[in-house]
C-alpha cells in the first residue's frame, strides 16, 4: 500500500501508467528524496537535478540506483480518502542490494550500512531513533 496526499504530478502518472516504484529512502538519499517530496511536481525545472536513476527491472518504472531497496509496484485498486489516495498495488519485482541480504552480517551491522530513513510530518529519524536532516552531509 502507498498513500499519496494532494493534486500531485507523480499521483497522475500513476492514474495513468498503473505503475510506480517505492525506494527505501537512507541517509545518503535522503536530501535528493526531501527535495522530490516537497518540490512541486508540475514545476518544469523540478527533474533538472544530479540524481542517478535506472529502470526498474520488471516495470517500466524509474529507481534511484543508490537505493538498496526498491519495489517495482502495479496499482491493483485505490480508494479515495479527503485530499489523500490509497493505492493497494501487486509487488511485481523487488531489487535488494547483495549486502542487505548478507547473513553473515549481523541485522546491527546491515542497518549500519543500509542508514534507513523515516519520516513522520516533515521530520527525519534515522533507524536508531535520533533526528536527521535532509540537509546534513555529515550523516
Given at each position: ?10 499521483k497522475d502518472r500513476i492514474h495513468a501508467a498503473k505503475v510506480f ?119
Amino acid at each position: 500500500m502507498a498513500c499519496i496526499g494532494g493534486e500531485k504530478l507523480t499521483k497522475d502518472r500513476i492514474h495513468a501508467a498503473k505503475v510506480f516504484s517505492a525506494n527505501l529512502v537512507t541517509e545518503e538519499i535522503l536530501p535528493i528524496a526531501d527535495y522530490f517530496g516537497n518540490i512541486e511536481g508540475y514545476n518544469e525545472d523540478k527533474m533538472k537535478v544530479d540524481v542517478e536513476f535506472e529502470r526498474g527491472r520488471v516495470l517500466n518504472v524509474p529507481i534511484l540506483s543508490k537505493s538498496p531497496w526498491v519495489y517495482e509496484l502495479e496499482v491493483d485498486r485505490s480508494v479515495v480518502f479527503d485530499e489523500g489516495e490509497v493505492f493497494f498495488c501487486k509487488i511485481r519485482n523487488v531489487l535488494v542490494d547483495d549486502y542487505v541480504s548478507d547473513e553473515s552480517l549481523s541485522i546491527e551491522r546491515r542497518m549500519n550500512i543500509i542508514r534507513p530513513v523515516q519520516s513522520i510530518r516533515q521530520t527525519y529519524f534515522r533507524w536508531d531513533g535520533t533526528m536527521a536532516s535532509a540537509f546534513d552531509k555529515t550523516a
